[in-house]
């Protein structure tokens, strides 16, 4: 009999144990696990494993589950889509989801402008196609990207994501047209400064650039997370993503947002970067888009999607019919049961909690986050800022082991990260904070 949530329970249960053994086998281990847990099946927030055990999900399939594990409304989407046809290639027979998924980005997204979308499958790919348009685009080669980025694992995505080890170790080269400069990380500024005048000097850092690096006439664009995701779940301030815009404008670049993680209501706003009131040339959605089927988005204006000349885009699977009627069921689920609002309250919920946290044990020496995008910053010292990375494992660890699955980021691996589906019941919620609360509570004893 497994346990319920909040009861301790051994890990690996003895049938997942079984399935381990099969994954390390035949397995790469450069594909990393958080827990050993094989799941049997998952509803809202919920999860059963194989071995009967319940847990919370505030993992969330890595920000991919926003309206929950196998919404009823998404499954019988795909179920009825199943059983008309599967696949075509879109470049073969065209099919009325792709289009209409198009045409409902193009209405969501910002920009007061016409839109044109190109599906893919994952965000690294979706991410890839928006570096081509750009380039295409603009006539130009060289992309800007910042420290604690993370873009994916492909060539191109591996040179724009910025955290080494181990996304990068080992691989290199990478695109040699990319330079990197930091992102308005202000806890970990390297000088005192106030969030806002950070963000404005690392605006300034990339305009001196374009005299010492490389050129504004021979730079495409600037590609930037409105809140970092794998990098710490860092919410920079206003200044630093209007200040991209307004550089972006003067020069001549495209403002690239990566809103992979950040997107599909998670913030609150469908999209985070409406939260400074700045339109991307670019955006890129992924993750939850799919309600848990593969899909990706590159959307950006019509002129500039029609610079790639015909045969430029695409691909065999992407826009897969299954794919796309799940999105436009995630996109109508969001408006019927108004997930931004619940963003908004639940983020509250969560985040007074955890700044109550903070204010009894030292090791949190940040918490941060907009809407339902959270993070916990830990340290060993509140004046060093020294990293508590081991304690972070620690606290994962024990949080697992009582049925909370969880997910640390950023490059320092110290950050815990809240990704609950924003679906999950307010009481789920309470339960969650309460085994993170008490594996904290343990950890904290001991630095
Ligand atoms: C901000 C961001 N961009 C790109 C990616 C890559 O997406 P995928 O893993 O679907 O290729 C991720 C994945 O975590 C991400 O968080």
Not at 17 to 23: T, V, Y
Not at 161 to 182: C, E, H, L, N
Not at 421 to 431: A, D, G, H
Request: charged residues 25%; aromatic residues 8%.
């Amino acid at each position: 009999m497994g346990k319920k949530v909040a009861e301790e329970r051994a890990l690996p249960g003895e049938k997942s144990a079984e399935l381990l053994s099969l994954r390390n086998e035949y397995v790469p281990k450069a594909v990393f696990q958080i827990a050993p847990v094989f799941i049997a099946k998952g509803k809202g927030a919920l999860v059963i494993d194989v071995d009967g055990n319940e847990y919370l999900d505030f993992g969330a399939g890595i920000a991919s589950l926003n309206t929950g594990h196998c919404h009823e409304k998404v499954v019988s989407a795909i179920k009825e889509q199943a059983d008309r046809y599967l696949h075509t290639a879109f470049n073969v027979l065209m099919y009325e989801p792709y289009v209409k998924l198009a045409q409902k980005l193009a209405e969501i997204t910002p920009g007061d402008f016409p839109k044109q979308v190109l599906f893919t499958n994952s965000g690294a790919e979706g991410i890839e196609n928006a570096v081509k348009v750009a380039r295409r685009y603009t006539g130009k080669h060289g992309i800007i990207a910042f420290e604690h980025a993370f873009h994916g694992r492909t060539w191109l995505t591996m040179g724009l994501t910025s955290q080494v080890k181990y996304y990068k170790f080992g691989f290199g080269p990478f695109d040699p047209s990319i330079q990197r400069f930091p992102y308005a990380y202000s806890y970990r500024a390297p000088f005192v400064t106030t969030d806002a005048e950070y963000g404005k000097y690392c605006v300034k850092r990339i305009e001196d650039s374009f005299k010492t690096y490389l050129a504004a006439e021979e730079t495409a664009a600037i590609i930037v997370e409105p809140f970092l995701g794998e990098g710490g779940y860092v919410i920079p301030p206003a200044e630093f993503i209007k200040g991209l815009r307004s550089l972006c404008d003067e020069y001549g670049l495209l403002l690239i947002a990566d809103e992979i993680q950040t997107g599909v209501g998670r913030t609150g706003k469908m999209w985070a970067i409406e939260h400074f009131d700045v339109v991307p040339d670019i955006l890129v959605a992924a993750k939850s888009l799919g309600g848990g089927l593969v899909l990706s988005a590159t959307i950006a204006s019509k002129k500039i999607m029609g610079s790639v000349d015909v045969g430029g885009l695409g691909g065999t699977f992407g826009g897969n019919p299954l794919a796309c009627v799940a999105a436009l069921k995630v996109l109508e689920v969001f408006e019927e049961e108004k997930l931004l609002d619940r963003a908004v309250k639940l983020g509250k919920v969560a985040k007074d909690r955890l700044e109550g946290m903070k204010a009894k044990y030292n090791i949190i020496g940040d918490v941060r986050g907009i809407g339902c995008a959270l993070g916990i910053e830990l340290v060993k010292d509140r004046k060093t800022k020294e990293p508590a990375s081991q304690e972070t494992k620690e606290i994962l660890k024990k949080c697992h082991e009582h049925g909370l699955i969880i997910m640390s980021c950023g490059v320092l691996h110290n950050v815990l990260r809240l990704m609950f589906p924003l679906v999950i019941k307010e009481e789920e919620l309470t339960k969650g904070l309460d085994i993170l609360e008490n594996a904290i509570r343990e950890v904290n004893k001991t630095i």
